[in-house]
C-alpha cells in the first residue's frame, strides 16, 4: 500500500498531471499540497493549496496602493490562466 511509503503529494507542474495526482492523493488518503491557483479543479477532502486566496491577495493588493498613494497601476500575468 502506498500509505506507508509516502507522507504527501506535491503538485506537478503539468494541469494534467495535476488533476490525476490529486485524484490519487484522495483515493490513498495522503495529503495533496499545491503551490497554484486553479479554479477549474477543486481542491478533495486530502488536498492543501498554499497559493494565497483571491480575497486576501486582493485586500494585500489594495493596501500597498493606499500606502503608496498610487493614482494608476497595471497588473500583468504571467498567462492566459492566470487570475
Same mark, same amino acid.
Given at each position: 500500500?502506498?500509505?506507508?511509503?509516502?507522507?504527501?503529494?506535491?503538485?506537478?507542474? +503539468?494541469d494534467? +498531471?495535476?488533476?490525476?495526482?490529486?485524484? %490519487? =492523493?484522495?483515493a490513498?488518503?495522503? $495529503?495533496?499540497?499545491?503551490?497554484?491557483?486553479?479554479?477549474?479543479? $477543486?481542491?478533495?477532502?486530502? =488536498?492543501?493549496? %498554499?497559493? $494565497?486566496?483571491?480575497?486576501? %491577495?486582493?485586500?494585500?493588493?489594495? #493596501?500597498?496602493?493606499?500606502?503608496? #498613494?498610487?493614482?494608476?497601476?497595471?497588473?500583468?500575468y504571467?498567462? =492566459?490562466? +492566470?487570475?
Open positions: 500500500m502506498m500509505r506507508g511509503g509516502i507522507a504527501a503529494m506535491f503538485a506537478p507542474v +503539468s494534467v +498531471s495535476r488533476a490525476h495526482i490529486q485524484a %490519487l =492523493s484522495n490513498f488518503e495522503v $495529503p495533496y499540497i499545491d503551490v497554484a491557483w486553479d479554479a477549474k479543479i $477543486p481542491l478533495e477532502n486530502y =488536498s492543501i493549496n %498554499l497559493f $494565497p486566496d483571491r480575497e486576501v %491577495l486582493g485586500k494585500a493588493n489594495a #493596501d500597498l496602493i493606499k500606502y503608496w #498613494d498610487w493614482k494608476m497601476f497595471t497588473v500583468i504571467e498567462d =492566459s490562466h +492566470s487570475e
